[in-house]
């Protein structure tokens, strides 16, 4: 059974008709890594603001968020409180952005615990300890006295993953948790990631651009391409037959082999508000027909459990 | 002769630790390589290993602690007045982030104009047309009059691209020119600097951590570790079998979009500060191959096999 699920999901401008997330569906499983791939502006931040509830207030929202049947985005203040951070947590990509400079990081990974559960101040200390030890964190006794600045960007990510999981969420959201951070210490986080999820039975939403990251750790993946999702499917699916031209143009553009001509995807993404009518890629598409201006097509399954926001679907496969 | 040639290159900084305390910074500790014609010299490594102090002292930016720089057998350290000057025109420097290396005041026409202006290169008549034909070359329409705030990351980029070209220069540093963009802007721009390449013979030393476009792109790479080389070979000998630990670790972390579900060796630690770099080989705490005089005595970068690399595990006298 899916325990968050997203319904036709919308996000658009207070003051003006535009949409920057149109009709997004899709379902995160118990114990599951859900994948979402797309390019700076595709709106997937956006997408994890709505579902913890931290939107800026010059956007509104429409459709169904639902964790476990209850539909989030009905909520009040109060409520949602209550839910973010402790049935969802979320990480951020920029550690130090989203840190508390002034407070010691002990201080700010109780306060998760503190502002959920009636604990002692002795309890949350512990609980504190306890996290930075699953966080992996070396020596936690003495970092736990420390400051964000004192502590490399890995370790400040792990603080933040530490604050994340402090009450045992249900899903994690985890918005670009490596893109701040050096290769070596990005294996490290994804492989912690990955530990406590299997131990915690953590569902986790995982928000990338790096294709690499989503095929060694997520199981279901869904691209997104202003503000739609255009291709969503098991994670081997994209890789081995990828049935949108979005996708296709992402994987061509990865450099492969020396001396082959990367193809890479032509202009760059127009601003919401000045996209093309119908298919939202089509005036980039180096498959376009004048039928894909008409309706924007909806996305709709190709092979078994595969979908893909485009009329020529079935023609499309990557690698051919 | 190489274009360029780097040797015993030092760049050590002095840091406050407190107010009454100072420590030396070991940015860059004595590197050698060189950079022929026409080819993509690579420098990988991850942050604070020095890669962006080496672009700096190669334009001569920043002065070395010791050291020379030869660019076509001449110490550049030593150049002064209009040889400085024509040094300044044959090579120059593309940055990593095209938002901030754009004078945001200044129109395409402006930021273009400026170094033909300096450098002689065009007169009034011709700087118009000069400018138009520098952005054509990299794929830009008619754009003078506007400015920075009007173009996307990938098309700054372009920009700060034809900048560097306008003064038709020999070699071009590349501090990460692509970290700041998304991987379908990343492959736009990845084929203009090939095609740039091919088309004009410009050389590169072409500094990013992403190995994948190394990989790709370069001709030749050198491994760095907190200000030391740690392996230098020809990019299809150091990807295909990498020699120094570090570069297997480095290579195997990277994740991949080909399911060949290896095992990642594990990598434990972070990179220490440069300020206290560990004694003898300074990869040894955090190497998975160490072993007794790794703590002790530091690795020479060394003949192997017709490559260069630091390691003790590849010196037959150890």
């Not at chain 2, 040889?83 to 395409?108: C, E, G, W, Y």
């Not at chain 2, 098309?155 to 379908?184: K, M, T, Y």
């Not at chain 2, 434990?268 to 703590?295: A, L, M, T």
């Not at chain 2, 002790?296 to 003790?312: D, I, N, S, T």
């Amino acid at each position: 059974m899916s325990l968050l699920e997203l319904k036709g999901l919308s996000i658009s401008f207070r003051t003006r008709p535009v949409e920057v997330v149109s009709d997004l569906s899709f379902q995160l499983n118990e114990g599951e890594v859900f994948g979402l791939v797309g390019e700076s502006g595709c709106g997937k931040s956006l997408t994890a603001l709505s579902i913890m509830g931290i939107l800026p207030q010059n956007f509104k929202t429409g459709g169904v968020v639902n964790l476990r049947g209850r539909n989030l985005l009905s909520l009040g203040p109060e409520e949602m409180r209550d839910i973010r951070g402790r049935e969802i947590g979320m990480v951020f990509q920029e550690p130090m952005t989203s840190l508390n400079p002034v407070l010691r990081v002990g201080y700010q990974i109780a306060e998760a615990v503190t502002s959920h559960f009636r604990v002692s101040k002795e309890e949350a200390r512990e609980r504190t300890l306890e996290l930075l030890k699953a966080v992996r964190m070396p020596s936690p006794h003495v970092r736990m006295k420390e400051y964000p600045h004192q502590m490399s960007g890995g370790m400040r990510q792990r603080v933040m993953i530490a604050m994340a999981i402090a009450c045992n969420p249900a899903v994690l959201i985890a918005d670009e948790p490596t893109t701040a951070l050096d290769v070596t210490i990005e294996a490290q986080i994804l492989e912690l990631l990955n530990g406590l999820m299997e131990s915690g039975n953590m569902a986790v939403l995982l928000i990338t651009h790096d294709l690499g990251i989503i095929r060694e750790n997520a199981k279901q993946v869904a691209i997104m391409y202003a503000g739609r999702l255009v291709e969503k499917s098991p994670v081997e699916g994209i890789f081995t037959a990828a049935r949108h031209p979005y996708t296709i143009g992402l994987m061509e553009s990865l450099p492969g082999q020396r001396g082959v001509a990367l193809k890479p995807i032509p202009g760059s993404v127009p601003k919401p508000g000045m996209l093309p009518p119908g298919c939202k890629f089509s005036d980039r598409c180096r498959f376009m027909k004048p039928e894909c201006q008409a309706d924007e097509p909806p996305l709709r399954q190709v092979t078994e459990g595969h979908f893909s926001r485009c009329i020529r679907a079935e023609e499309m496969r990557w690698p051919s | 002769m190489a274009l360029l040639e780097v040797k015993a290159l030092k760049k050590h900084f002095t840091v406050s630790i407190s107010p009454m305390r100072h420590a030396t910074l070991k940015a860059v500790d004595g590197i050698d390589f060189s950079l022929d014609k026409n080819r993509v010299f690579a420098l990988v490594g991850e942050s604070g290993c020095g890669k962006s102090t080496v672009a700096r002292l190669l334009l001569r930016l920043i002065a070395p602690t010791a050291g020379e720089i030869r660019f076509r057998g001449e110490n550049i350290l030593g150049l002064k007045g209009g040889a400085l000057k024509a040094f300044r025109k044959s090579v120059q420097i593309i940055f990593q982030d095209p938002f901030a290396s754009l004078n945001p005041r200044m129109t395409v026409f402006d930021a273009l104009s400026e170094p033909l202006k300096i450098h002689g290169l065009a007169g009034r008549a011709e700087l118009k047309d000069r400018v138009s034909e520098l952005l054509q070359s990299v794929g830009l329409g008619d754009v003078l009059d506007s400015y920075p705030h009007e173009f996307s990351g990938g098309q700054r980029q372009r920009i700060c691209i034809a900048r560097a070209l306008a003064v038709s220069p020999e070699v071009i540093v590349a501090d990460e020119p692509l970290s700041a963009l998304d991987v379908s802007i990343q492959a736009q721009i990845l084929n203009l600097l090939l095609e740039l390449k091919e088309r004009t013979g410009i050389s590169f030393v072409f500094i990013s951590h992403d190995l994948r476009v190394v990989e790709y792109l370069s001709d030749e790479v050198a491994v760095m570790y907190l200000g030391k080389i740690v392996e230098v070979s020809k990019t299809e000998d150091l990807f295909g079998s990498p020699l120094h630990p570090y570069t297997e670790i480095l290579l195997s972390s990277a994740p991949s979009i080909k399911a060949d579900g290896r095992k990642k060796p594990e990598l434990k630690g972070e990179v220490p500060s440069p300020i206290n770099i560990p004694s003898g080989c300074p990869f040894h705490p955090r190497c998975h191959r160490r072993f007794e005089p790794c703590e002790r005595v530091v690795p020479e970068l060394r003949q192997y096999k017709g490559r260069q690399v630091a390691c003790h595990l590849r010196n037959p006298a150890i």
